[in-house]
Structure formats: structure tokens, C-alpha cells
């Protein structure tokens, strides 16, 4: 794995948010994007070699929607940089993580994701990304 890619938080009122951070970071988000299998508005901020993404549910039954409903606003999932996330995927399986995402996904912001389960990475959601080329 290499650099923490961003830090996804989940919100409930993306616009109200973006305020909030722009004000927090003094500049906006560089892009704001609907993934619509994932049911989530996103946007995301340049910090550094980093990246905050703020994500909304758009449907009560995503999966941001719930995260809010049982734990509240915050912290929602840590995503690192992969350079090929079959290949790494494949690895974390044998060493015994369960993967949510067997077949990686097109998620916000060119990427192919995937995600760990917080059941066998401490309690913590972990993405992996590629980002798609070309
Ligand atoms: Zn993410």
C-alpha cells in the first residue's frame, strides 16, 4: 500500500459542509460528484499529499445513511493508494481479511475501490484505491 490516499466523513448536509471545511482549509473542494451505485453525493479537498473526501447520503438506505443514524457525523473510512488493488486484494484475503468488495468497484474521483471489513481491521473501514489510467 502506499500514501493514505484521503479520509472519507460522513455528513449530513454536504453544501452546509463544504462551508464548513472550505472555511477550515481556506479553499473549496476541487470537485463534487454523485456516485450513484453508492447512493452518496461526495466532494473532495486537497490536503497536501492527501485528500478529505465529505460524503452525504442521497437515500436512506445507503450506506452513509446508516453510518450516521448508529454512530453520527465523523470518520467514516480510511482509503490508501494501491498500484494494482486485484493484486492486494488478493494478498489481504490470504493473510485473512474479509473483503466487502471482492470485484473492485468505479468509485468517485476516477478510482477503483474496495473495501475491508471494520470486523477484521479493528474497527476501522478501509478503502483501497486505484486510480484508473488513460
Ligand atoms: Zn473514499
Known sequence: MNKIEHIGIAVKNIQESNKLFSALFNKKPYKQEEVKSEHVITSFFETGESKIELLQATDPESAIAKFIEKKGEGIHHIAFDVTNIKEE?????????????KEPKKGADNKLVAFLHPKSTNGVLIELCQEIRG
Open 89 to 101: 486484494l488478493e494478498r489481504l484475503e490470504k493473510e485473512g481479511f474479509t473483503i466487502i468488495t
